[in-house]
């Protein structure tokens, strides 16, 4: 690393908080919370899919 960049601090995993410590005007309904979730696992499947897809063409290319 070159001495004069900054070192980044390490990545935080996201956390879901407490709902009571949450302001009521930030709050998420369960319907919500369950179509946000939802959609965080598709995301998540699409990634795992396109990085599987990546690791089976990697050795084909490197055959030819």
């Known amino acids: 690393m070159n001495p004069s960049t900054p070192a980044r601090p390490a990545p935080q995993p996201l956390t879901l908080l407490d709902a009571r410590a949450v302001p009521l005007q ?16 598709a995301i998540k499947a699409q990634l795992a899919a ?3 897809q990546r690791t089976d063409i990697a050795p084909a290319r ?3």
């Open 26 to 41: 930030f709050r998420l309904d369960v319907r919500i919370r369950e179509r946000g979730l939802a959609h965080v696992a």
């Open 50 to 52: 396109r990085a599987a």
């Open 62 to 64: 490197r055959a030819a």
